[in-house]
């Protein structure tokens, strides 16, 4: 499946002056957790013991708002969802609704929450709980991209299809299952525990249920020890993977490889979006760990301790 990642666009319910990114706001949003702290330290000491042993800082929040999409170049989190969604409604103005809806969940679930509780048990309860009485948005980021089947004759979008966006192709050795390709959206959450991404899934799919089913999901991590250490990320394989990616500070760099620019002769709406491919590749782990050491390194070219390639000392030297 081959996607284009659109810019976040805000709605009603999230106005420029209801961005986090304005002064006001994240003054106004510092304020709050400063006094979350202060009455967390005047209370019992054996929550403030508790409190100090735990270094994951859940209340790390992802500005969802800007000319680029959040979790995209945002900084690598340890927990994934990618989920493909197919719209169901026919109609237009109910798909708009729905991306406003998206619009409005992203910016309630990304910033620090105290969660309703309901108050008729006759109803269900009004969210799932699995967060307790809070909401920390722990770096959550959830990025939007739609399918190419979007643009078919439904809601009449074909003229504004981005011109490079197609269904996923067979590439050689592929096989392909139809249950597990496409989908009209694609929506990718991240964020730094496992309950985090889970919440705001089942978020999402409450508010959004009357407009769009799911059709697959898969799930995703980068091991937490690399994470918390800033170090590469080393895959199921053992290996170090990711030591080539571009550096996400160079913008120049990211407006070349990344982002959609006029450069590209997109149509207008895809400028500042980007391009997503998610491919599920068996890892064939049982095979891979009777190879030999020396023929694991060639197939990467790189020898698995250190990362550095082959006949080189340290990870960043130039193959
Ligand atoms: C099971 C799937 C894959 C595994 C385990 C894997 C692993 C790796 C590893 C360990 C490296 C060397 C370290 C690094 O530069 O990050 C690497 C490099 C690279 N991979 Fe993959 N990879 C996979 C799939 C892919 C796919 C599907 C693509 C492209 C569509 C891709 C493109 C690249 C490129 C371009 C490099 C070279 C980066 C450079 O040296 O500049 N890889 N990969």
Redesign the pocket.
């Known amino acids: 499946m081959q996607k284009n990642t659109f810019r976040h666009q805000p709605d009603s319910a999230a106005t420029p002056e209801d961005n986090p990114a304005s002064p006001g706001r994240r003054h106004g949003m510092k304020m709050l957790l400063a006094g979350g702290l202060g009455i967390a330290s005047i209370g019992a000491s054996k929550s403030a013991s508790a409190a100090s042993s735990c270094t994951h800082n859940y209340n790390q929040a992802v500005n969802y708002w800007g000319s680029h999409q959040a979790g995209v170049i945002t900084p690598d989190t340890k927990e994934a969802i990618f989920v493909a969604f197919n719209v169901t409604t026919r109609e237009k103005a109910q798909l708009q609704r729905l991306l406003q809806l998206i619009s409005q969940r992203i910016a309630y679930l990304t910033r620090p929450q105290t969660l309703a509780v309901g108050k008729n048990d006759q109803l269900p309860p009004v969210e799932s709980g699995l967060l307790g009485h809070n909401l920390s948005p722990d770096s959550l980021t959830i990025t939007v991209a739609v399918g190419a089947s979007l643009f078919d004759q439904r809601f009449g979008l074909a003229k504004h299809k981005p011109k490079k966006l197609i269904p996923m192709p067979r590439f050689p050795n592929d096989r392909l299952e139809k249950d597990w390709c496409g989908g009209d959206l694609s929506i990718q959450f991240c964020a730094n525990s496992r309950e985090s991404v889970i919440y705001a899934l089942r978020d999402l799919i409450s508010h959004c249920n009357q407009f769009m089913v799911p059709v697959w999901k898969m799930d995703g991590f980068l091991p937490a020890r690399d994470i918390d250490h800033h170090s590469t990320a080393i895959?199921l394989?053992g290996?170090?993977?990711?030591?080539?990616?571009a550096p996400i500070t160079d913008s120049k760099l990211m407006d070349e490889l990344v982002w959609v620019t006029a450069n590209n002769h997109e149509p207008a709406w895809c400028l500042g979006g980007s391009y997503q491919a998610i491919?599920l590749?068996r890892?064939n782990l049982e095979f891979w760990d009777r190879t030999p050491l020396e023929d694991q390194e060639n197939d990467?070219g790189?020898y698995k301790t250190s990362g550095a390639p082959i006949g080189m000392q340290h990870e960043m030297d130039d193959?």
């Open positions: 895959n394989f290996f170090k993977d990711g030591t080539g990616n491919r590749i890892f990467f790189r193959p």
